[in-house]
């Protein structure tokens, strides 16, 4: 029960009294669901006691490059490797994009660019952008001059190459079934 700061376990019958304090997020505008009767105003009422606006990251790009490099550092003691550095040229990259879908969609470009990298530097070059229609659009060199299976081609070739030719590796760190990479291998002719 929130207004009572108490709790049940569950399977118990006993109320538990603790000292605690609520924290709620949402990206909707709580006060006009309970206006149309799609949000509960006692909910609201226990709830907004303190509300705290944090604008998205298209608002506030002076937070990005610091955030970023905190997932780098954070995504790479997941993985237990040294975080790579962010060059200049993909940090200014990274403060000119909208980023719609906030930190997740932040943190998810950074993972997918550190797949990409497998080094010690983040470039422009490893920076893939998830499209609004799901395509996955890469943000490069490398699609202007040439078409997306080019690419699809070099991504395949380059962690082939990172992971010492090892294909099973090489498709879980691309994302993709062992079987598919056996496709794409012998569609784009490569060894």
Known sequence: MLEERTFERLGGSQPISADVRWIAATHRDL???????????????????????????????????????????????????????????????????????????LRNALERAMILADGPLLGVEHL????????????DSALASGSLADLERQTIERTLAGVGGNRREAAAKLGIGLRTLYDKLKRYNLK
């Open 31 to 105: 006060r006009a669901m309970v206006r149309e009767g799609t949000f509960r105003d006692d909910l609201y009422h226990r709830l907004a006691v303190f509300p705290i606006r944090l604008p998205p990251l298209r608002e506030r790009r002076e937070d990005v490059l610091p955030l970023a490099e905190a997932l780098v550092a954070q995504l790479s003691a997941a993985a237990k490797r040294t975080p790579p550095r962010i060059e200049p040229a993909l940090a200014e990259r990274l403060q000119s994009e909208l980023w719609p879908g906030n930190v997740r969609e």
């Open 128 to 139: 893939w952008i998830q499209a609004e229609e799901g395509a996955t659009v890469a943000r």
